[in-house]
């Protein structure tokens, strides 16, 4: 066979491997551009929808809430109004009126007056007033008041004129001595004279404030409308007298002619319809007033009954918030499903190279095989001398923690030994004293049992007694200071543990005449802590504030507790000289110490800034703005309500100095 040159063209049935790569690359690429359109269009199409869905169906939840709250409010106001149509007709057909009513002119209008007032109370209305054939006010229940109804001819309004004509009146309008919004009812009174026209006219009057101040609770702004689309009551005192349009210079002048609404100037309320829905809901915004700035869905309920229109208008808050919330989630799972497809293809498209490179790998594999068998050998010996060694250390490490944590313990049994030492002067003069006094009252007793005086005798014995319980209460509380603590918190009383400290240098307290001031709460306050630990603090604190009054001529020492939310402030204060600022920040290391040699190792404060971080809080030292040294415990306080039996014996076991 003829061999092909080198750089002979490849044969017409087997393309080329770079015309191949080409035409692959340029199918990624046209690939690539119809995804970079298709997914963002996709992204905006799906959040649209989701947002239209989601705004109808807002729209209809808000829909059915506003025709609830519509029917209720309008049945509210329905039963308010109607519950007093039946008072004129009943005031007419009173035996008083009719008496009045026959000749005005020559009776007393005051018992006409107080009935008129007397119901106007019982019935809690606003006015109810009598007028005569010629509309003119004869008797009224504000009789007393400056701007009364009477002698005031009302011949122009549309409830005189139907009672007159023996029909029942109703009228709503402003007042106009008054100037309030109100609702009229009127009947007309008729006399058992022959006539069959009616001699006077009675008129109740009611304000409309009550249901008004109801509606300002509800998420909602209601309208009511007459027929002359004047918003004659509104949830909002800004929309009343307004006109839900512009009024005609005609519609004004039919409306100044009534005087419904004396000379007010019924501004637009400034709505315009924004979308009107199939199911004749619209949507509604205010170009004025303080509705502006917001979009409303707005329905409205006719009430027959006096020829109004209800209206009520919910903000469309909820539907932007349905709407923003299916947009995001619509925009998540799109984003979500993008994400998953991208992975998928991209898995694919690695599962596809893994395959092409699956034959050299395992080649490549093979090779490495044996020289990993190696390495792992070799490693493996070396992970195992690590291994020995690391445990070694572990264990080493084991023990150092252990001697660490006995000598932290000896080192504060230690330190409250040293300050055992430093109580050992006045302790001995404590217990000396009783010691004198025993052997004097030893040796008196037996000369007085010698001379057969025995309730001497007796009374020297007592006095014996009472001494020995003396020295038993102070050996008490040394041996209460010297006992090991344990590893449990517990609930602590915390003036418990400042009186205990206080006993132990009462002798130094009072020898050296200091003021002892305790500023606490008069309850008791617990933290969460170890009894013998937190009072192995105290003790140091106090004996350190103790050691810098020595010099003080009026020495104080104050000590305070003050409860917080999760935590108590206990604090121990001085007069002293107080701490120079160098040494703030070093107060708290071991062996730093300010006194002279041989009196101190500095490891009081360490020790007790130590224990009490072990308890779940930390000590802090300052100076006063006078003078004088101040440190603080922060302890968390305790959670228990109820403390144990056992702990609580044992604090009231102590003894008392």
Excluded at 368 to 389: F, H, K, P, Q
Excluded at 411 to 423: E, P, S
Excluded at 535 to 546: D, R, W
Excluded at 618 to 627: C, T, V
């Amino acid at each position: 066979m003829p061999k092909r040159e080198p750089n002979a063209p490849c044969a017409a049935p087997k393309p080329c491997p770079n015309v191949l790569v080409a035409k692959l690359s340029s199918r990624a690429r046209t690939w690539r551009l119809w995804l970079l359109l298709l997914v963002p269009l996709g992204f905006v199409v799906v959040v649209w929808q989701s947002a239209l869905v989601a705004r109808d169906q807002a729209l209809q939840t808000l829909r059915s809430e506003a025709e609830n709250e519509l029917r209720l409010s309008a049945a509210g106001l329905e039963g308010h109004l109607s519950r007093h149509d039946y008072l004129p007709e009943l005031l007419a057909s009173r035996e008083v009126v009719q008496r009045f009513l026959v000749s005005p002119e020559q009776q007393d209008p005051m018992p006409v007056n107080l009935l008129l007032d007397h119901f106007r109370e019982t019935a809690d209305v606003s006015d109810i007033y009598l007028l005569d054939r010629d509309a003119n006010t004869l008797a009224a229940s504000n009789w007393y008041l400056p701007n009364t109804f009477i002698g005031q001819n009302y011949a122009f309004r549309s409830y005189y004129q139907d009672a007159i004509a023996g029909r029942q009146g109703r009228f709503h309008g402003l007042g106009v001595q008054s100037m309030e919004r109100g609702y009229y009812f009127s009947a007309p009174v008729m006399l058992d004279d022959g006539n069959h026209d009616p001699d006077g006219v009675m008129v109740v009057k009611v304000l409309l404030d009550t249901v008004e101040d109801s509606w300002a609770d509800q998420s909602a702004e209601l309208l009511v409308t007459d027929q002359d689309d004047i918003i004659f009551m509104a949830s909002r005192p800004e929309l009343r007298l307004t006109a839900l349009s512009s009024l005609s210079d005609s519609e004004r002048e039919a409306l100044l002619a009534t005087r419904r609404y004396a000379d007010e100037p019924l501004p637009p309320s400034g709505i315009k319809v924004l979308e009107t829905r199939r199911d004749q809901s619209l949507l509604v915004s205010f170009s004025q007033g303080p509705l502006k700035g917001e979009e409303y869905l707005l329905l409205t309920r006719s009430l027959p009954e006096f020829g109004w229109n209800m209206h009520i208008l919910k903000p469309q808050l909820p539907v932007r918030r349905a709407q923003w919330q299916a947009a995001l989630l619509a925009g998540g799972f799109f984003s979500v499903a993008l994400f998953a497809g991208g992975f998928g293809w991209q898995r694919l498209r690695l599962r596809r190279e893994r395959e092409q490179f699956a034959e050299r790998e395992r080649q490549t594999l093979a090779r490495a095989r044996d020289e990993l068998e190696l390495n792992v050998e070799r490693r493996t010996r070396d992970l195992v001398d690590s291994n020995r060694r690391l445990s070694a250390e572990i264990e080493e490490r084991r023990r150092a923690e252990a001697n660490l944590r006995q000598t932290r313990d000896e080192l504060v049994q230690a330190a409250k030994l040293a300050v055992l030492g430093q109580l050992a002067a006045g302790i001995n003069h404590e217990l000396n004293q009783p010691l004198a006094a025993i052997r004097a009252y030893a040796e008196n007793a037996r000369t007085f049992l010698a001379r057969n005086r025995l309730e001497t005798v007796d009374a020297n014995l007592e006095q014996v007694v009472e001494l020995t319980a003396r020295m038993a209460e102070i050996s008490a509380q040394l041996k209460q200071f010297s006992r090991k603590s344990g590893d449990n918190l517990t609930a602590v009383s915390v003036p418990a543990c400042f009186d205990y400290a206080l006993r132990l240098y009462q002798t130094r307290l009072s020898a050296a005449g200091v003021v002892v001031e305790r500023h606490w709460p008069d309850q008791d306050v617990w933290v969460r802590a170890d009894l013998v630990r937190l009072e192995q603090v105290m003790v140091n604190l106090i004996g350190n504030a103790l050691q810098a009054m020595s010099d003080t001529t009026e020495p104080h020492l104050a000590l305070s507790i003050t409860p917080h939310d999760h935590e108590v402030h206990i604090s121990v204060a001085d007069n002293g000289p107080g701490i120079a600022e160098e040494h703030l920040k070093r107060i708290f290391e071991p062996f730093f110490t300010t006194k002279s040699s041989g009196t101190g190792l500095g490891l009081g404060l360490s020790i007790s800034s130590r224990i009490i971080d072990d308890l779940g809080g930390h000590l802090e030292a300052s100076n006063q703005p006078g003078s004088g040294a101040c440190f603080t415990i922060i302890l968390p306080t305790s959670p228990e309500t109820v403390i144990t039996s056992v702990h609580r014996d044992a604090q009231e076991s102590r003894p008392h100095a």
